[in-house]
C-alpha cells in the first residue's frame, strides 16, 4: 500500500471515531433548557384515564429550577370538564390542586399555599 493511501485510510478512521464519539456523548444534551423545564436529570411520567399532549412545570426559583410550584397539564379532546390529579415524586413532598380542565384542554394544578416541591423524580397524572 502506498504512503498516500496509508495516511487518508489514517484519516479517514480518525475522522469516523470523532464523528462516533461526538454522536454519543453530545446527544440529548444542551447548554440552555426552556423557562419552564428541568437542567438536567429526567423525570417519569405516567398517565392514567386520557392523553397528555404537553406537561410543563413552574418554579418558584426561577434562576435554578428546582422547587416546583406549579404543574400545567395539556390534553387531548375528550376530557373537558374533568379534574386530574397530579403527584408529583421525590424529594420533598408538596400537594397539588388541579383545576377542571378547560375547552383548550388545559389543567392548571398548584402546590399547596407557599409550598413546593424539590427533587422531583416522577411525575402521576390521573384524569377519572
Known sequence: MRK???????????GLALAAG???????????AGSAQFV???VTQS?????LTNLEYGFVD?????AVDQVTLTFAAGVL?????VVLTGG?????????????GVSV???AAATSQTGVTSAAVTVS
Open 92 to 104: 420533598s413532598a408538596a400537594t397539588f390542586t388541579c383545576g377542571a380542565i378547560d375547552a383548550g
Open 109 to 111: 394544578c398548584d402546590a
Open 47 to 51: 398517565v392514567t384515564g386520557a392523553t
Open 81 to 85: 370538564g374533568k379534574t386530574p390529579t
Open 4 to 14: 498516500s493511501a496509508k495516511i487518508i485510510t489514517a484519516l479517514s478512521v480518525t
Open 62 to 66: 426561577d434562576a435554578t429550577k428546582t
Open 40 to 42: 438536567g436529570g429526567t
Open 22 to 32: 461526538s454522536a454519543f456523548t453530545g446527544t440529548g444534551l444542551a447548554t440552555t
